[in-house]
């Protein structure tokens, strides 16, 4: 695949490495959590047939996260 | 036989070749197919299950019979192989046979980007590639052939290409390849292609904007009994050797058929006067039902109860467009009634099929999938000739109830070969439809993956093998180590000294030497390979804190501390020693092996998540060399190296950092331990390394200093507890279960401190990290040896554990090892059993720690 990197414009899928879904973020109260809200936020992840936003890390390139919307049926791209 | 006349051969070189051993003569501009059917070979290999006798059956990629290997290279086709002087092939039963010598051939990768990629150098594709130049794109043209053409290089009078060849490559921009398969079609218009040179191959990796798939369609065989046996061969490919070859495969042909193409075929014989005993046209209700014939292959054919003799049946059923690129990038295909065949339909953006490809033939066919079995048998009913799978196998897995091509393929195998079934996928679809009663395009293909054609692994690593298989890394001191005939280790990818042998001694005689000077003398080491990571900025502290497991609001400039790192799910991820270097400046080391894991960690936290934390991270690995002064002895040769410090324990304790000098050399010292013994750790710029090193061995050559490798290393610090991230830990592993709680702030939060709170994280039976003593103190344990409860070998036994680190220790005077071993703080003094395959070994379980448990070496 070309991922389009906000910096450096399409690259190689093997200068980046994947981040998984996009938009999980850390609880800002982790202790307040609940053991199943907790397990919910470490282990549980969508997998959509279709559009999906997901994070890339550009780790061989200018190392700047971002995030993207591939659609995992046909792999397009939208930054 | 080969024509008086005519061809596309050079008959003014002629070259030798040997096939199975025999010599035989064929011209430039054959193939080893050919030049074969030039000596008249007729049976060139045997089938896989069956070992029929079987000869060549196409004249191109497809070819599901001519398996033959040249020299060190297995499995290729005789259609493909161009004939060379000297040449040495043999048949092959449907493997080949690696060899390992290295018969110097060479691989290499080439790059390439463009707007236009054109697979396929017939009419079309020349056509396409003309029209992209002329619009000033970059183009690329590839063909598999030895030259361009396609199809029309089977004419009697090709269509002249010279002219406009030489128009595109008056194009600078226009890059024609001859010889290039290109075989993978991958996601956003990657293209793969085996380019065959004369001393090698060479693999292109090309990214294209656009994609024009101009890869024409292959001829169908039709089935019938027997329809396998040498002399049997697809009409087209008779055409192609006759017109292109000047080669007649037979002197008595039948021609079997169902649809208009093979019109041309009838003439081409014709003209050159090859006798057509009949002309068998499925169109008017006839069809060869069976066929006779011998070790050498066909000798006739049975239609409507009669033998006709002959000694050629071209046969053809239609046309299948090419469309394994198209279908691998994505692209979906329809069955087209017109053509019987399987066409392009909705596909990728920016990839476009043209010509026969797209299903662009002028024909006139009507589908006869299967001659009926005269007497019920369909033994002999071959669908997939390199797999040898007859029309009684489809039979007996849709009798098992399998309905979908999928299943009946990995059932038979059928498709399976290294033909990966060209010439029989859309038969099988077919028959399977006729015998379950589906439609052809209800049934559908199986799915075509990449590689198109077979690919070696040689084209796959090209130049990265050996010396280049890896970028090699390596300290600013490994001149020395090489000079002092160290052995290494590779760590990721750096190369460190794992002992340093004197003499012929052993690694363990080295081992044991190297930690007793660190025990009891002075060793060195050289940690340059640790990973380094500066820190700076006003919330460095911060950013610190909320990753590490401890607090390092107390650590004042000038003093260092051991940190522990956590995933988010509360697993030891790294370690290393934090240094404060200045206000607002830290320094964390990391293993050796992590160090760009845990940038990344550092990265991901401050981009995705705190992006109000004002903090800088940068790689620092290589821009220090470190080196590590360890034992007893060791401030003796501080002291000399850097007269003006104060080194006493008190000016100088366990964890503070100094800047010094010695002669001209600047270095920060700093007084950390990973052996459990007064040690010091030296960082100077990396230009200084080696003489600083230099400079150590001499002020300590009065101490018979000695240098020692990672495994004393390992040795030291597994007596002294402390434990190596991946070798005791494997990500399932928390810092509790380590015993480590010391380590745990209760105070902070840190990514993964809920985590340890979990139900399954404060098990109380988890592995918990544990010392073995065997009882026999000779005993050496294996790394990952797993421990039982019952000194049982056989199953059923539950394992509880595994051992991590199994070493030799001289301090102790007998073997010791770490393990994970279930609630195994709760089993200290208990005996654990080691199963060993043939015998079982018994040991102690101790607290993880052997030597000095008070502190009192590290801190003196």
Same mark, same amino acid.
């Given at each position: 695949m070309l991922v389009p990197c906000p910096w450096c414009g399409e690259r190689e899928e093997g200068e980046f490495k994947y981040g998984g879904a996009a938009g999980i973020a850390y609880p800002a109260l982790p202790e307040a959590a609940s053991d199943t809200e907790w397990a919910r936020y470490l282990f549980h992840r969508p997998n959509p047939k279709g559009p999906f936003k997901e994070r890339w890390y550009h780790s061989a390139g200018c190392r700047r996260w971002f995030t993207v919307t591939r659609d995992t049926v046909t792999h397009r791209i939208n930054p | 036989m080969r024509l008086a006349s005519g061809g596309r051969i050079d008959r003014g070189r002629r070259l030798n070749f040997s096939f199975d051993g025999r010599t035989l003569e064929g011209y430039a501009g054959d193939t080893l197919a050919s030049a074969l059917l030039a000596n008249d070979v007729r049976v060139v290999t045997r089938s896989i299950t069956h070992g029929r006798p079987r000869g060549i059956f196409s004249a191109g990629i497809e070819e599901p019979n001519a398996l033959i290997q040249v020299g060190a290279e297995p499995m290729l086709r005789a259609t493909q192989v161009e004939l060379l002087d000297n040449l040495r092939a043999t048949g092959l039963t449907g493997r080949g046979r690696a060899v390992v010598a290295d018969d110097g051939a060479r691989f290499d990768k080439r790059y390439a980007h463009c707007e236009v990629l054109v697979v396929g150098g017939g009419s079309h594709g020349i056509a396409a590639a003309v029209s992209a130049a002329r619009s000033g794109d970059r183009v690329i043209l590839m063909d598999e052939q030895n030259e361009m053409g396609g199809r029309s290089l089977a004419e009697r009078s090709p269509t002249p290409t010279a002219s406009i060849l030489a128009s595109l490559t008056s194009f600078a921009e226009v890059q024609l390849l001859s010889r290039t398969t290109a075989f993978g079609l991958y996601d956003h218009n990657l293209a793969l292609a085996a380019e065959r040179r004369p001393d090698g191959q060479r693999l292109w990796q090309v990214r294209a904007k656009r994609v024009v798939l101009a890869t024409g369609a292959h001829e169908r065989p039709l089935v019938f009994a027997n329809n396998d046996r040498p002399g049997v061969m697809l009409a087209g490919a008779v055409r192609t050797y006759l017109n292109r070859y000047a080669v007649i495969p037979g002197r008595r042909a039948v021609v079997f058929t169902n649809n208009d193409s093979t019109d041309r075929l009838v003439a081409d014989l014709r003209a050159v006067g090859i006798e057509i005993a009949a002309l068998i046209d499925a169109r008017d209700g006839k069809v060869v039902s069976d066929t006779e014939g011998d070790e050498r292959g066909i000798t006739g054919v049975i239609v409507g109860g009669q033998r006709i003799d002959c000694d050629l049946l071209c046969v053809s059923g239609g046309f299948n467009p090419t469309v394994h690129l198209f279908s691998q990038a994505g692209g979906r295909l329809r069955y087209d009634q017109r053509l019987t065949g399987f066409i392009p339909d909705d596909g990728p953006p920016d990839v476009e099929v043209v010509g026969r490809a797209a299903g662009d033939l002028e024909i006139s066919v009507e589908p006869s999938w299967l001659v009926p079995a005269v007497n019920g048998d369909y033994s002999n009913h071959f669908i997939d000739l390199e797999r040898d799978v007859t029309v009684a196998d489809l039979r007996r897995a849709l009798g098992t109830g399998m309905r979908s091509v999928e299943h009946v393929k990995r059932y038979t195998t059928i498709g399976t070969g290294s033909d990966q079934g060209k010439t029989a996928g859309v038969n099988e679809a077919a028959i399977i439809g006729m015998l379950t009663g589906q439609p052809v395009g209800g049934v559908g293909t199986t799915t075509y993956r990449p590689p198109y054609v077979p690919v070696s692994f040689s084209l796959m690593a090209g130049r990265n093998?050996?010396?280049?298989?890896?970028?090699?890394?390596?300290?600013?001191?490994?001149?020395?180590?090489?000079?002092?005939?160290?052995?290494?280790?590779?760590?990721?990818?750096?190369?460190?000294?794992? $002992?340093?042998?004197?003499?012929?001694?052993?690694?363990?005689?080295? /081992?044991?030497?190297?930690?007793?000077?660190?025990?009891?003398?002075?060793?060195?080491?050289?940690?340059?390979?640790?990973?380094?990571?500066?820190?700076?900025?006003?919330?460095?502290?911060?950013?610190?804190?909320?990753?590490?497991?401890?607090?390092?609001?107390?650590?004042? /400039?000038?003093?260092?501390? $051991?940190?522990?790192?956590?995933?988010?799910?509360?697993?030891?991820?790294?370690?290393?020693?934090?240094?404060?270097l200045a206000e607002n400046h830290y320094l964390a080391t990391t293993t050796t092996g992590g160090a760009a894991a845990v940038l990344d960690w550092f990265e991901e936290w401050l981009q995705t998540e705190w992006t109000d934390l004002r903090v800088r991270c940068t790689s620092v690995t290589d821009h220090w060399a470190a080196l590590a002064v360890v034992g007893p002895r060791s401030r003796d040769v501080i002291a000399r190296l850097f007269p003006e410090l104060a080194v006493d324990t008190h000016a100088f304790s366990f964890l503070a950092v100094r800047e010094g000098e010695t002669r001209g050399i600047p270095v920060r010292l700093h007084r950390i331990t990973f052996s459990g013994e007064l040690a010091y750790e030296l960082w100077t710029p990396n230009w200084y390394g080696l003489a600083l090193w230099e400079l150590i061995m001499e002020a300590g050559k009065p101490l018979e200093i000695t240098p020692y490798g990672t495994e004393a290393m390992h040795v030291l610090r597994a007596e002294k507890g402390y434990i190596i991230v991946g070798q005791e830990t494997d990500g399932t592993v928390t810092p509790h279960d380590l015993g480590m709680s010391w380590i745990v702030s209760k105070k902070k939060d840190f990514v993964g401190k809920r985590s340890l709170r979990r139900p399954d994280t404060s098990r109380a039976d988890r592995r918990q990290l544990v010392g073995l003593l065997p009882l026999d103190h000779g005993e050496r344990l294996p790394e990952g040896a797993q421990l039982t409860l019952e000194p049982r070998n056989e199953p059923p036994v539950e394992m509880v554990g595994h051992v991590t680190s199994s070493y030799r220790s001289a301090a102790l005077e007998r073997t010791f090892a770490l393990a994970m071993l279930k609630a195994g703080r709760d089993r200290i003094g208990q005996t654990v059993y080691v199963p060993l395959g043939d015998r079982i070994a018994a040991a102690t379980v101790t607290e993880p720690i052997f030597w000095d448990r008070e502190n009192v070496r590290r801190d003196s």
């Open positions: - | 093998r050996g010396d280049l298989f890896d970028p090699v890394r390596v300290t600013a001191i490994h001149s020395w180590h090489v000079a002092r005939a160290a052995h290494f280790e590779n760590v990721g990818q750096w190369k460190r000294p794992w $002992y340093f042998p004197r003499g012929d001694e052993t690694i363990e005689a080295a /081992v044991l030497r190297e930690c007793r000077a660190a025990r009891e003398g002075v060793g060195v080491m050289d940690v340059s390979t640790l990973g380094k990571i500066d820190i700076q900025g006003p919330d460095a502290l911060t950013f610190i804190n909320r990753l590490y497991t401890n607090a390092f609001d107390t650590l004042v /400039v000038g003093m260092c501390r $051991y940190g522990l790192l956590c995933r988010a799910d509360g697993m030891v991820f790294d370690d290393g020693v934090v240094m404060h």
